[in-house]
């Protein structure tokens, strides 16, 4: 089974993909984390974020391994991987990576911003995971808090309009839900509640 789960930022799409893997037993793959170590490793580098070819060579060479979990979490490698995510031939040095990862025998469960509509629209189950800017914008914070790196609420109600604004307007890809995707609001849902609706439409399906 393939289960392609697409949506906005701390919408709470990761935490469902995680369960739903510990669930069926699945390998997970979190998408956003390429762009992120695109991003990071064009920062890293002194590419400049606008570079399309240098920024596809860095992604075509990328060992996740080389960084740390903390580093792609910041807000900086976010804006950068919003940035080198705009880039068609980013996008197409990291696809054949998540297509092969979403086919490998017995399936697996990957999250991010096009899975169900472009990497892997053959998915089984599909999701769309949002919520309102200002509740994703509230738990944000909270994390970069716990993180010991602490941002204004308004400054990230004002990146994260910026970020789904881009991820929603670029060219290649764009963030939008598949035709076939259940869309769950979790605005205000916990993360049991988010599971059970989606557990439910897995059975249904
Ligand atoms: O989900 P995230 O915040 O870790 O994603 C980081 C950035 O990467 C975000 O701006 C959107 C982009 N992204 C994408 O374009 N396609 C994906 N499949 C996953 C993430």
Redesign the pocket.
């Known amino acids: 089974m393939i289960i392609a789960i697409d949506g906005t930022?701390a919408s709470g799409k990761?935490t469902l993909a995680k369960r739903l893997a510990v669930h069926f037993e699945l390998p997970h793959m979190?998408?956003?984390?390429?762009?992120?170590a695109t991003g990071v490793a064009a920062l890293r580098a002194g590419v400049a974020l606008d570079d399309a070819q240098a920024c596809a060579q860095l992604a075509g060479q990328l060992d996740l391994s080389e960084f740390e979990d903390s580093e792609l979490r910041t807000a900086e490698a976010?804006q950068a991987?919003?940035r080198v995510?705009a880039l068609t031939p980013v996008?197409e040095a990291l696809f054949r990576l998540?297509r092969d990862f979403a086919f490998q025998p017995g399936g697996a469960v990957l999250?991010?911003?096009?899975?169900g509509t472009v990497?892997c629209p053959e998915a089984d189950v599909k999701f769309w995971v949002d919520a309102s800017v200002e509740e994703r914008a509230r738990r944000r914070c909270l994390e970069l808090e716990a993180a010991g790196k602490p941002i204004a609420f308004d400054k990230m109600l004002s990146e994260l309009r910026e970020?789904d604004e881009?991820?929603r307007n670029r060219a290649t890809?764009p963030?939008k839900p598949a035709e076939d995707a259940l869309m769950i609001d979790t605005t205000a849902m916990n993360p049991d509640r988010v599971m059970e609706v989606a557990l439910a439409h897995i059975k249904d399906r």
């Not at 979190?30 to 992120?36: C, F, H, P, V, W």
């Not at 999250?111 to 899975?115: E, L, N, Q, S, V």
């Open positions: 930022l990761g979190d998408t956003g984390a390429l762009y992120r976010g991987a919003s995510a996008r998540q999250d991010g911003r096009d899975i990497v970020r881009r991820d890809a963030m």
